[in-house]
């Protein structure tokens, strides 16, 4: 923790990057109590203030989540094609209701507001990357995908 | 709505010029394409400061974050001090909008260069991007034009070996619209929940650590080098006179192609729709159009010669705002589009202030009923008064904007939402 931390300046500024790059090396892809405390002892910010941010944007989690994140863009033009369905489609599939981990670790199931991928809607975003163009048939195959690779690590 | 002319429609390219014609990753195509040529003959010749912000002022360059305000009166309102900042703002988070993310993966150097112009007329020395997190490709491609730009001794201590120094950082954000409106943003760069200012002081006096700041557009700024390197004349030779310019506009929803073009200032919303979208999809008609974003206005056929830029858009009761146009044809319905405008504003009212994060789930539960067949003739008015006491009582503009959508929704396309009050939902037509 502590070298990951060193590569930022110890300023407030830093705090948001901070916060990225904690989720990003968890495995679990949140913010435990332990991490946001040592947060704030580096950059000497009172833990209040550090909370305070990490609980006010949707990136963040406290809560642990999947090796995977799923996030389905939910804003009118994805609706509007059709996007709505395909919550049902993935909650089905991967056995859990928006904002759920499943059992085995593998997913976390979201919604977002538009990812700005809307020429190619209804889209989503897997990890960091983004998926358009989405069918019922495409959404599965994205996460049939996803299990394999994970399976072959 | 009769489809598309045959002969392809013609784009007029300013900021999208090398989008797709060089490879973004590569400093020297991009000087081969004419990057920097601005900024190095700024430089080189000294020109006053003054003047940079004089021929911006003159290109009559208005905002493309969705405002509109006058670009050079921006900079020329800037507070004297010896720090100061440029902020480009690359939250972009508005519904339908992703022509900011064209630029900064596409040609990231010449929103590198706008700043810089920016930094040099204002007097700033330090710029920030802030880009939202979930564009992963952007913040790759705008950090290693950041990092050539250093090396190739265009970003740094003393610029192309001048006096004037500029640097730039990348700065990350983490999932919050609101982070998009300026002071929001300022304060999610200190580090802190992105939480609205009040407004006045404005940025260009106590902005970013309390200095004075600019925040401008990612399309906004990448219209800066072209303008200074062939003058504000030559950019008044496109659009109209009080929108000089071309604008990026996403063409989206019920169309043929959906896809994100630049045109003129001015170019009707018919022939967007028809032009460049290819028409309405599968030969159906058209009913009804988001312009905007989220935040935006709900037209309906009346509309479809409406000049897009924003004095012409604005005096025929719609707006430009991110020039999202999210186009319905004659199935989709203005209830469910209402729907989802309304819930993404409760999902985003950042709850600082009372009348926003209340009403916001207010409008929902109101807009629920409608859809659902239980509402009353009395709810869809209660829709609008509660949407116009957000307007007057809070504190950003987030809560100040749904009673546009629900207004114009309202005014054009009442029977449908009388229609849905008569019988429950799914037994009408
Ligand atoms: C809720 C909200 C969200 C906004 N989102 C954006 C955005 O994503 N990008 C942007 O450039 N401006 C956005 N704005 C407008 C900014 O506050 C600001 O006016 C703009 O960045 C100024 O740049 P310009 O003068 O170049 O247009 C938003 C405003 C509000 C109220
Ligand atoms: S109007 Fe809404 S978004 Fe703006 S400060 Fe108030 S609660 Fe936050
Ligand atoms: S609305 Fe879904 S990506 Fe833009």
Same mark, same amino acid.
């Given at each position: 923790?502590?070298?990951?931390?060193?590569?930022?300046?110890?300023?407030?500024?830093?705090?948001?990057?901070?916060?990225?790059?904690?989720?990003?090396?968890?495995?679990?892809?949140?913010?435990?109590?332990?991490?946001?405390?040592?947060?704030?002892?580096?950059?000497?910010?009172?833990?209040?203030?550090? *909370?305070?941010?990490?609980? %006010?944007?949707?990136?963040?989690?406290?809560?642990?989540?999947?090796?995977?994140?799923?996030?389905?863009?939910?804003?009118?033009?994805?609706?509007?094609?059709?996007?709505?369905?395909?919550?049902?489609?993935?909650?089905?599939?991967?056995? *859990?209701? *928006?904002?759920?981990?499943?059992?085995?670790?593998? %997913?976390?199931?979201?919604?977002?507001?538009?990812?700005?991928?809307?020429?190619?809607?209804?889209?989503?975003?897997?990890?960091?990357?983004?998926?358009?163009?989405?069918?019922?048939?495409? *959404?599965?195959?994205?996460?049939?995908?996803?299990?394999?690779?994970?399976?072959?690590? | 709505?009769? !489809?598309?002319?045959?002969? $392809?429609?013609?784009?007029?390219?300013?900021?999208?010029?090398?989008?797709?014609?060089? @490879?973004?990753?590569?400093?020297?195509?991009?000087?081969?394409?004419?990057?920097?040529?601005?900024?190095?003959?700024?430089?080189?010749?000294?020109?006053?400061?003054? /003047?940079?912000?004089?021929?911006?002022?003159?290109?009559?360059?208005?905002?493309?974050?969705?405002?509109?305000?006058?670009?050079?009166?921006?900079?020329?309102?800037?507070?004297?001090?010896?720090?100061?900042?440029?902020?480009?703002?690359?939250?972009?988070?508005?519904?339908?909008?992703?022509? @900011?993310?064209?630029?900064?993966?596409? &040609?990231?150097?010449?929103?590198?260069?706008?700043?810089?112009?920016?930094?040099?007329?204002?007097?700033?020395?330090?710029?920030?991007? =802030?880009?939202?997190?979930?564009?992963?490709?952007?913040?790759?491609?705008?950090?290693?034009?950041? #990092? #050539?730009?250093?090396?190739?001794? =265009?970003?740094?201590?003393?610029?192309?070996?001048?006096?004037?120094?500029?640097?730039?950082?990348?700065?990350?954000?983490?999932?919050?619209?609101?982070?998009?409106?300026?002071?929001?943003?300022?304060?999610?760069?200190?580090?802190?929940?992105?939480?609205?200012?009040?407004? $006045?002081?404005?940025?260009?006096?106590?902005?970013?650590?309390?200095?004075?700041?600019?925040?401008?557009?990612?399309?906004?700024?990448?219209?800066? !080098?072209?303008?200074?390197?062939?003058?504000? &004349?030559?950019?008044?030779?496109?659009? +109209?006179?009080?929108?000089?310019? +071309?604008?990026?506009?996403?063409?989206?929803?019920?169309?043929?192609? $959906?896809?994100?073009?630049?045109?003129?200032?001015?170019?009707?919303?018919?022939?967007?729709? /028809?032009?460049?979208?290819?028409?309405?999809?599968?030969?159906?008609?058209?009913?009804?159009?988001?312009?905007?974003?989220?935040?935006?206005?709900?037209?309906? !056929?009346?509309?479809? /010669?409406?000049?897009?830029?924003?004095?012409?858009?604005?005096?025929?009761?719609?707006?430009?705002?991110?020039?999202?146009?999210?186009?319905? &044809?004659?199935?989709?319905?203005?209830?469910?589009?209402?729907?989802?405008?309304?819930?993404?504003?409760?999902?985003?009212?950042?709850?600082?202030?009372?009348?926003?994060?209340?009403?916001?789930?207010?409008?929902?539960?109101?807009?629920?009923?409608?859809?659902?067949?239980?509402?009353?003739?009395?709810?869809?008015?209660?829709?609008?008064?509660?949407?116009?006491?957000?307007?007057?009582?809070?504190?950003?503009?987030?809560?100040?904007?749904?009673?546009? !959508?629900?207004? +114009?929704?309202?005014?054009?396309?009442?029977?449908?939402?009388?229609?849905?009050?008569?019988?429950?939902?799914?037994?009408?037509?």
């Amino acid at each position: 923790m502590n070298e990951l931390l060193r590569k930022f300046p110890r300023s407030m500024e830093s705090l948001l990057d901070i916060l990225h790059a904690i989720q990003d090396a968890d495995p679990q892809h949140h913010l435990s109590d332990e991490a946001l405390q040592a947060a704030a002892e580096y950059l000497g910010a009172p833990l209040s203030e550090v *909370v305070s941010t990490a609980t %006010f944007y949707t990136m963040y989690s406290r809560m642990p989540r999947g090796r995977h994140i799923i996030r389905l863009c939910e804003s009118p033009p994805c609706q509007l094609l059709g996007g709505e369905t395909l919550l049902d489609i993935l909650a089905e599939d991967l056995g *859990v209701a *928006v904002g759920e981990t499943a059992p085995d670790g593998a %997913f976390t199931l979201e919604t977002t507001s538009c990812l700005g991928a809307c020429a190619e809607g209804p889209a989503m975003m897997v990890d960091d990357r983004i998926y358009g163009a989405l069918t019922k048939e495409k *959404v599965l195959s994205v996460i049939a995908e996803v299990r394999r690779s994970d399976a072959t690590r | 709505m009769q !489809p598309g002319s045959r002969a $392809p429609a013609k784009e007029t390219r300013i900021v999208l010029e090398n989008c797709g014609r060089i @490879d973004p990753e590569s400093l020297s195509e991009a000087v081969k394409a004419g990057a920097y040529k601005a900024v190095t003959q700024v430089v080189r010749e000294k020109r006053p400061s003054a /003047e940079i912000t004089a021929e911006i002022k003159r290109s009559g360059l208005r905002g493309r974050g969705g405002a509109g305000f006058p670009t050079g009166v921006k900079w020329s309102f800037t507070a004297p001090g010896d720090v100061k900042y440029i902020v480009c703002n690359a939250d972009e988070g508005e519904p339908g909008t992703f022509k @900011d993310r064209l630029i900064l993966e596409g &040609d990231p150097h010449k929103l590198l260069e706008g700043m810089m112009l920016a930094g040099y007329a204002v007097g700033a020395s330090k710029g920030y991007v =802030y880009i939202r997190g979930e564009y992963s490709l952007s913040i790759r491609r705008i950090q290693k034009a950041i #990092d #050539d730009a250093r090396a190739g001794g =265009y970003l740094g201590d003393a610029v192309l070996g001048s006096s004037f120094a500029f640097d730039i950082e990348v700065k990350k954000g983490a999932g919050a619209y609101v982070c998009g409106e300026e002071t929001s943003l300022i304060e999610s760069i200190e580090g802190k929940r992105g939480y609205p200012r009040l407004k $006045p002081p404005y940025p260009g006096s106590v902005g970013l650590w309390k200095k004075p700041t600019v925040v401008n557009n990612v399309e906004t700024l990448a219209n800066v !080098p072209a303008i200074i390197a062939r003058g504000a &004349d030559w950019f008044r030779g496109f659009g +109209t006179a009080s929108s000089p310019g +071309t604008k990026v506009f996403q063409i989206l929803g019920d169309v043929e192609t $959906p896809k994100a073009v630049e045109v003129e200032m001015g170019t009707p919303l018919r022939t967007l729709i /028809e032009a460049f979208g290819g028409g309405i999809r599968a030969g159906k008609r058209f009913k009804a159009a988001l312009l905007g974003g989220a935040a935006g206005a709900i037209v309906g !056929p009346g509309a479809l /010669e409406m000049p897009m830029d924003f004095d012409g858009a604005k005096e025929r009761g719609g707006v430009l705002g991110s020039g999202a146009i999210l186009v319905l &044809d004659e199935d989709a319905s203005v209830v469910e589009l209402l729907h989802g405008i309304l819930r993404f504003f409760r999902h985003e009212s950042c709850g600082q202030c009372v009348p926003c994060r209340v009403g916001a789930s207010v409008l929902v539960t109101l807009s629920e009923r409608i859809r659902s067949g239980a509402a009353t003739a009395d709810d869809l008015e209660r829709l609008v008064e509660v949407a116009r006491t957000m307007q007057a009582t809070s504190l950003c503009p987030l809560g100040q904007s749904p009673i546009l !959508p629900i207004q +114009t929704a309202v005014d054009s396309f009442r029977e449908e939402f009388e229609a849905r009050m008569a019988k429950p939902c799914g037994a009408g037509a």
